[in-house]
């Protein structure tokens, strides 16, 4: 269960980046949030 929903979060993080129109640093910062957000979570 843990690994399923930590590869959901992930896979959303990565989703956004690849939907963003132009990847800049407040976009990278926001799906890194994200990532380190799932990787506490599942912790």
Known sequence: MVLADLGRKI?????SLS???IINEEVL???LKEVCTA???AD
Request: proline fraction near 0%; glycine fraction near 0%; charged fraction near 15%.
């Open 39 to 41: 990787l506490l979570e």
């Open 11 to 15: 896979t959303s993080a990565l989703r």
């Open 29 to 31: 910062n926001a799906m």
């Open 19 to 21: 939907n963003a129109t």
